[in-house]
């Protein structure tokens, strides 16, 4: 089987599920949608090319981070090891999905903002993370605890203070 390592951008098409496997591991999956673009030079306009769908599967840390974080309808990046996987449907019809088993996964924040909450070395167990606030409407000022700014950080703001 030929397997390779890829980001995908896209978008998160249905809610994310977390299942227990009977060896006690936690697995969740969701669909993504990424889709291509391409300029028409002859009227100038952008079109749609075609859109690639794929399984995303996210192990160990990884499921509380994603389950904790992002919905449907999020625009995320996911990288990780895909493959082809065949198999026939209810009809008896052979079919082919494509699989992540992803190592990273995270918002596009080109298209959202996100409030990053990191987790400490004692939170890193097995056990499923506690639901944590997400900005999933895009907007910053939901993303911002009340005391934070709201106003675009100028270069000098976002600068370390010097040492």
């Known amino acids: ?49 075609g859109t690639l769908f794929l399984t995303v599967s996210c192990w160990r840390r990884l499921v509380a981070g994603v389950e904790a974080s992002l919905r449907r309808g999020d625009p995320v990046l996911a990288y990780g090891q895909l493959r082809s996987r065949e198999y026939r449907g209810k009809d008896g019809m052979a079919r082919r999905d494509l699989e992540m088993r992803a190592t990273a996964v995270g918002p596009d924040l080109a298209r959202c903002t996100a409030q990053v ?43 370390p203070a010097p040492v």
């Open 1 to 49: 089987m030929y397997e390779a390592n890829a980001t995908v951008i896209g978008t998160i098409v249905n809610h994310p599920v977390r299942r227990d496997l009977s060896n006690g591991e936690q697995v969740l999956t969701f669909r993504m949608a990424s889709n291509s673009r391409r300029l028409d030079h002859t009227t100038g306009e952008w079109v749609d090319n």
């Open 117 to 159: 909450t990191r987790w400490s070395a004692e939170r890193w167990t097995d056990e499923p993370a506690p639901a944590l606030p997400v900005a999933a409407s895009g907007v910053l000022s939901d993303a911002l605890p009340p005391e934070q700014p709201s106003h675009p950080v100028t270069q000098d703001e976002a600068l």
